[in-house]
């Protein structure tokens, strides 16, 4: 399944997204750093016969031209795209990066939320420790290993281009975000990555793009740490993956949602990147929420 592209306007410019179709609760879907809408194709499939997806491409990826300026545009972005799509109290799911984007969106008052998925998308740090963190994705040792990892702003012919999607699905078997990915939704992932710049295709995100976004503001009223979630007052489920980046502090995330009636910790066997390696186990937690 690929849905229906659409565009979005945020103000600047316009997001790209895919409209899953469905009928029902309106479900907004935001991707983590790297990935983009099609990163949520198979789970969708699963659910539109009880709601109406439709993800977007953040700004800086996908087929989204947007470039962030500021490292809040990402996600003070997703009340723009509620505002265009006229949905009133959407439900918002987010993975990873996306995952913070939704809290901090809803904890801004930038959407009035009917509740929030966060899949494998956490911030834990009090506001000093997480400062130190951020500043480490643009250091140069950073850049470096984003460069050689993900190929993020690299320029390609559309043969290299082509080469490089079949050597990621070749290797999804074995990779360590892909491993139990569909190989044909991670060729349309990884395609859907690459936009077209003159007689080029750029691998987005940049690690520019990254940068920026990293380095936030830790006076700012919603910054990227743990006290975000006493801004957040819609009902809130967890996904914690057993494999993905936040296992070893499972007893923090558990904090988030402990003594809270409206909120959800749920876990799964994983690696970090659910929606695309678990669809089904992830599809039937966003049910549960719809219900």
Known sequence: MIGTEIRLSVGDGEL?????????????LVHGSGQNALSWADMSTLLVSHCH???????????????????????????GVVRALGWSRPVLVGHSTGGYAVTAAVAAGLVDAAALCVVDGVVLDDRTTATSAQARWSSPDAIRRMRATFRYGWRAT?????????????????????????????????????????????????????????????????????????????PMTIVLASDGFYAERAAQVQAITDGRPDRALVRLESNHNVPMTRPDDLAAVILHLLQ
Do not use: K
């Open 16 to 28: 790209a997204g895919v409209d899953f179709g469905g009928r029902g609760t309106p479900v907004l």
């Open 53 to 79: 997806l439709v993800a977007i491409d953040l700004r800086g990826h996908g087929q989204s031209a947007l470039d962030s300026t500021d490292p809040e545009q990402y996600w003070r972005d997703l009340g």
């Open 158 to 234: 559309a043969e290299e281009m082509h080469a490089y999607i079949e050597s990621c699905v070749d290797q999804a078997a074995d990779d360590w975000l892909n491993a139990g990915a569909r190989p044909e939704l991670v060729r349309q992932m990884t395609r859907r990555s690459f936009l077209r710049v003159g007689r080029h295709w750029v691998r987005r995100p940049s690690v520019e793009e990254v940068g920026i976004v990293s380095a936030p503001d830790p006076a700012a009223p919603v910054y990227p740490s743990v006290d975000v979630y006493e801004r957040v007052g819609c």
